[in-house]
């Protein structure tokens, strides 16, 4: 059950504090509780849940700040929690009245914030925030206006890295976990597993300790691995058929399936003697991340979700997420839709790098006035050298997406997503995007306040 709160914004001269004392006005915490628009997220939080059965449910301010306040300092739930407890205004910007240094809910609630919550809904508290609206005026819709910067990135997960052989000695040791979870419960006739354990482990150790094993010594023991394997699901198949699936729980069934999965995908290379197949698994933990190939300086493979993203007026914004590799070069006319929609016209020019200039984006865009960065097709014209220097300011100019996806990921921890959920991974990711947004509007507030102090107590009064 979700009942509604009080939507009248607290005054901070109302804030109790057990020590004395006001808050300050300018705080950062301040600010963005005046810039977040409550209303809108606590319709989005309040969608799914009923207004007559069921406990009340924490309110949705206190569930999105603590999502925020997490994401913006960069902290684990437990962290977060603390933090809540020790500072007065992170109370004030979750709406409490009154300074309390009680914890306010369990750190496993941040998991079902984070489901209340999906990436696609983040990003439309997103633009709701920093988008301009379309003017609502009479007046005739204005020419081509604006730039739209187009970038991809990936924001990897929390997950070592995945070489065959460790993958399949972690599926042997999970089978036989299961196999000892199943023999209480089954006959208990004959041994538990086919194999000897210890010398399983040890076949595998001779290997992985080396320090450059060759090709040839590394398919002999990927080959012993995927026999215990088989050997182990074929035990478990039998004690299945003897317990019954509910002796087990939910968990265990789901990892015996990805396992099974990714027996079948690594029996295949095997034989074929290849290293490709259709969405692999890299990871029994998170069986949904796949691997990127990104082709960095030290980093050819990355392994995560694959993000989108686009940069207006200095804002970054998330046009397509997914744990599914795909060529952001076909969504470039998806993106200038949503320009359209939101700002009225389409901008006046696309920066992008080279993936994104096929040929279905160039007749796109030259049919809609628009001008795709990067050099003109065909031979050169008359003007080869304003045609160069206008290359080199898209170039530079386009170098905004570059910094804020290091910003994200060096400052916010894009450069490591530690959900291991699918979807509270991708809503993390989301979330880390909107509080840089954040910190860069209050960036620009601070410089106004320096250089105009005048015009900003105006505003703000």
Known sequence: MYRKRD???????????????????????VKLSEMMPWDFIEDIYAE???????????????????????ENEVLTGERTLEHIAENPYMQYFLGLHAF??????????????????????????????????????DDPPPPNKGKLVLDATCAPADIRYPSDLSLLN?????LEAIIEELWKHGPRQGHKTPYNRKKARSQYLHVA??????????????????????RGIETIGALLLATGLEVLPERRIERIMVIC??????????RDKSHKCEDRIVSLRQPHVRPMVRGKSGRRFEFGQKMALSVVDGYTFIERQSFDNFHEGIGLKESVERYKVLYGCYPEVVQADMIYRNRDNLSYCKSNGIRLSGPKLGRPGKNVEQDRALEKQDSRERNIIEGRNGMAKRRFGLDLIFSILPQTAMTEAALQVLCMNARIWLLCLRLLRFWFPCYCAGAMA
């Open 100 to 137: 309390t240094p009680e914890p306010l809910f369990d750190p496993s609630m941040m998991v079902h914030f984070r489901k209340r919550f999906p990436a696609g809904k983040i990003e439309k508290i997103n633009k709701r925030i920093f988008v301009k609206q379309r003017d609502d005026s």
């Open 48 to 70: 799914n849940m009923s207004e007559d059965t069921g406990a009340p449910a924490i309110s949705s301010r206190i569930a999105f700040g603590a999502l925020y306040i997490k």
């Open 170 to 174: 972690e599926a042997r040791e999970n």
């Open 7 to 29: 939507r009248e914004q607290l005054y901070i001269e109302d804030f109790m504090l057990p020590f004395g004392g006001k808050l300050l006005a300018d705080n950062r915490w």
């Open 209 to 230: 300790k080396q320090r450059k094993p060759g090709a040839r010594r590394t398919r002999t023991a990927i080959g012993k691995q995927l026999v215990y394997v088989r």
């Open 261 to 270: 999965e990714l027996f079948r995908q690594q029996s295949t290379m095997h």
